[in-house]
């Protein structure tokens, strides 16, 4: 099994940048791709980006500019850099990990952590 456990979360101004974090733990052989994905209130869950593991990225639309997404495979954490945040980003933001456990078992695993929250306010 892996965890996931996401960090970073917090109130913030309109304008203002946090770096989400999510370090996973367990038996990992090797990390596809990670990504960060959010839920807002009432809201279905959403990409925003993703990592591969050669460092190959993904973004939504909406976030693109605004955002970077990295990892650092030696530590198995993704990286989260939010910038210029708007009230629109309020959301719980999860971190997603494709899992391979072993190497003789090629199949990954889907694993998401608990969430971090990320509210704009003024």
């Known amino acids: 099994q892996v965890q996931l456990v996401e960090s970073g979360g917090d109130l913030v101004q309109p304008g203002g940048s946090l770096r989400l974090s999510c370090v996973a733990s367990?038996?990992?052989?090797?990390?596809?791709?990670m990504g960060w994905y959010r839920q807002a209130p009432g809201k279905q869950r959403e990409l925003v980006a993703t990592?591969?593991?050669?460092?190959?990225?993904n973004y939504a639309d909406s976030m693109k500019g605004r955002v970077t997404i990295s990892r650092d495979n030696a530590k198995n954490t993704v990286y989260l850099q939010m910038n210029s945040l708007k009230f629109e980003d309020t959301a719980v933001y999860f971190c997603?990990?494709?899992?391979?456990?072993?190497?003789?078992?090629?199949?990954?695993?889907?694993?998401w952590g608990q969430g971090t929250r990320v509210t704009v306010s003024s």
């Open positions: 997603n990990a494709l899992v391979r456990h072993r190497l003789v078992e090629p199949r990954v695993y889907s694993y």
């Open positions: 367990g038996t990992i052989f090797s990390i596809n791709t």
């Open positions: 990592i591969t593991g050669g460092g190959t990225t």
